[in-house]
Each structure stands twice: as structure tokens, then as C-alpha cells.
């Protein structure tokens, strides 16, 4: 008999049920005795035993289906060593209940958090296997991580759809797109979406430099110009600040008046140059609806060679895409960093020579 443990935790993305059913028809066609059994809501189910034995039958039309059946939670990667609030210990919680089932492994999909702690349950002495999901595709060890063409496509959509009312009204318009840390979607929606100005966390933009991209646009007969900002795009001003100091800089955001960056900058831009700015912020919609073909088959190719790792009882690795090959990646070679915008990449010096601004 085969027992595999199965949880989804972090943010949710698009292709979560496509991997999972990869995995689980990668096994159930190869094995004959096989459990899987689904742990509720992220870590926590795998924390307080809250978990359901899954039939084959809950892996079927899932293909298309976006979100996670079995449900997501955030359990920060920080706070898995503090006991919660009766006292009880979190690891050895988890390793009480994934013994109690008497698992071979457990299949971890997340981000960045969840893989660290996919580590610490590996250091701990389980069996685990990482799938790399995140809109953001910052998973550092692997080309692409799922749920990020998907919303592509979305975030995409929204400046596409922005696009047309804003020539309509010659007017500046800021679409946000998610990514607090790193600008992968940023750019990539940006990109696509026929941006005129992207600013991305890793390149701290200078509003001046924003503004005179606008003016130029002015100035070339275009009456309306397109920005897709990052939620985590940053100031110069705020970078230094951030790199002087972790506590002033808490403090500054603390103080400003504004929802998310977009507002500020938007304020920022009026005060300026005099312009209209409207902001858009697609939000949570970036994470929703079904995958996209891209996304379907990455992770039926990922879910495929989980369940091979897991066939051939090889252990503690992230399934990784790396140049269009899936590759097993040591969890200990990867969690723990995180995979950015190379300022001086390629893709980033041919926007700029098509005119893109970055800010900088
Ligand atoms: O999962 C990644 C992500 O969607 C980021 O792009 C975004 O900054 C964050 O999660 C939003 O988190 P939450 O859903 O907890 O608001």
C-alpha cells in the first residue's frame, strides 16, 4: 500500500487542482493498493489532523477548475517553530499526524513560504516533494511556476480592456498588478499589454523620471499613456530609506494616507504635471478562474514526474522546469531564496529600447 499526504498552502493560484490530479493519476496508473489523503486548508490541516481520504473520482474534471479542493491557508514559514495559542507544538504536530497515517510522503504545493517549510519537514525527517505554485513566479530553481501564465493572461486582460477607454478619454492610467516582492507579472502583463511605463520593485522608480515619460508621450501626439505598477513598486527615495533603515522605512508606510502604491503615485503624477490619473486595481481576480492550456500542461507534466520521484521513493525535492526539462531540485539548495527581476536582463534592456519606460 502506498499513503501520500497531499496539501495546498499559501496563496491559491489557478493550476493547484491540475497539479494534484497530475500527481494522482501519475500514480493511481501505476500503483494498485494506493491512499491519498488530503490535508484541509494548507498546513493547518497537517497541524490538527483535519485531513479526508481522497478518491480517485476527486481527481477527475479538476483539469480546468481553478482554486484548490482541498482548500488553502497561510501558515508564515516565521511562526512554525512558536507554539500556537494552547501550547502546542507545530512540527511535532505535523510529524504526529503524518506517522499516525503512516505516509510515505507528502506533496507540498506552494510558494516560497511553503517550501521553506517543506525543508523543515524534510530536515525533520519526512518524505516530501515540492510543486513550485505562485502567480509571482519568484520560486527561485525553477524557469516557471504554475498559476503565473494564468494570470498573465488576467493581468493582461485588465490593461487590454483599460487600453480602449483610456484613448477614449486621453487620460493616464495605472493599472496595479500583484507581486509585493518581485515584478515577474508586472512586466510580463506589462509586456504583453503594451505598457507605456512598468515599474517593478527591483527597479525603484523616480517620479520625475515618470513624469517626463508622460510629458514625452504628450509631446509625441499620444493622449493617454498606460502604467502597470507593481503593488510592490518602490521609490528611489523609499529604497534608500529601506536599505538605511528596516524600522524608518516601516514607520514612513505606516504613516502614508494612501491604499497601495498606485494611489500615491497617481497623486504623485496630478500634483505634478497637472494630468488625470485613474487607477485600476484587478486584485484577486489575477488568481481566479481556470488555467490557462500553458498552465494545464506544466502541471500535468509537473504532477507526473511528482508521482514518478514519488514511485521511485526519491525524496526531498522540488519538481522543477528548468529549460523545458522537469527536474528533481533538492529542496536544500532552494528554499529560502527567491527568484527576481534581473534589472539588466535581456527582456528588460528590449523593452526599454522599445520605448518602455521603467522609471529609472
Ligand atoms: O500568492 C501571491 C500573491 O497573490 C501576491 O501576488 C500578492 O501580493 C499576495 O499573494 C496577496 O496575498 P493575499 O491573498 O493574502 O491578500
Known amino acids: 500500500m502506498l499513503r501520500v499526504g497531499m496539501l495546498t498552502s499559501g496563496g491559491d ?40 481520504l481522497l478518491s480517485p473520482s476527486d481527481f477527475s474534471g479538476i483539469l480546468t477548475k481553478g482554486g484548490t479542493i482541498i482548500g488553502s491557508s497561510r501558515q508564515p514559514f516565521k511562526l512554525m517553530r512558536t507554539p500556537d495559542e494552547n501550547g502546542l507544538d507545530k512540527v511535532q504536530a505535523m510529524k504526529q499526524n503524518y506517522y ?63 487600453h480602449t477607454t483610456a484613448a477614449s478619454h486621453n487620460r493616464v492610467f495605472i493599472v496595479e498588478v500583484m507581486g509585493h516582492k518581485v515584478g515577474w507579472l508586472t512586466l510580463y502583463a506589462g509586456l504583453a499589454g503594451g505598457a507605456d511605463i512598468i515599474l517593478l520593485p527591483e527597479i525603484p522608480y523616480d517620479i520625475k523620471k515618470v513624469c517626463e515619460a508622460i510629458e514625452k508621450r504628450t509631446r509625441d501626439g499620444k493622449g493617454f499613456t498606460i502604467l502597470a505598477v507593481a503593488e510592490g513598486a518602490i521609490s ?88 523545458d526539462e522537469v527536474r528533481r531540485v533538492p529542496l536544500e539548495n532552494v528554499a529560502g531564496k527567491l527568484k527576481m527581476v534581473d534589472p539588466n536582463a535581456q527582456i528588460v534592456k528590449e523593452a526599454k529600447l522599445t520605448g518602455i519606460s521603467f522609471g529609472d
Open 13 to 52: 493560484c489557478q493550476a493547484l487542482n491540475a497539479a494534484m490530479r497530475g500527481v494522482a493519476k501519475g500514480l493511481s496508473a501505476n500503483v494498485d493498493e494506493l491512499e491519498i489523503y488530503g490535508f484541509l486548508n494548507g498546513y493547518k490541516g497537517m497541524i490538527y489532523g483535519d485531513y479526508k
Open 100 to 162: 499516525k497515517l503512516n505516509l510515505d510522503c507528502v506533496v507540498i504545493l506552494g510558494g516560497n513560504g511553503t517550501q521553506k517549510t517543506a525543508n523543515l519537514l524534510r530536515e525533520e525527517g519526512l518524505n516530501v516533494i515540492h510543486l513550485p505554485k505562485t502567480i509571482d513566479n519568484d520560486i527561485f530553481g525553477t524557469d516557471v511556476t504554475f498559476g503565473f501564465q494564468s494570470a498573465i493572461n488576467i493581468a493582461t486582460d485588465a490593461i487590454d480592456y483599460i
Open 236 to 323: 528611489k527615495k523609499d529604497a534608500e530609506l529601506l536599505k538605511k533603515s528596516k524600522k524608518e522605512y516601516k514607520k514612513k508606510m505606516e504613516q502614508k494616507p494612501y491604499p497601495s502604491v498606485s494611489y500615491e503615485i497617481a497623486k504623485k503624477i496630478e500634483e505634478k504635471i497637472g494630468t488625470e490619473v485613474r487607477v485600476t486595481v484587478p486584485g484577486h481576480t489575477q488568481r481566479g478562474g481556470s488555467p490557462t492550456p500553458y498552465d494545464r500542461i506544466l502541471c500535468t507534466r509537473l504532477g507526473a514526474s511528482a508521482a514518478q520521484a514519488i514511485l521511485e521513493k526519491d525524496y526531498g525535492y522540488m519538481i522543477a522546469m528548468i529549460n
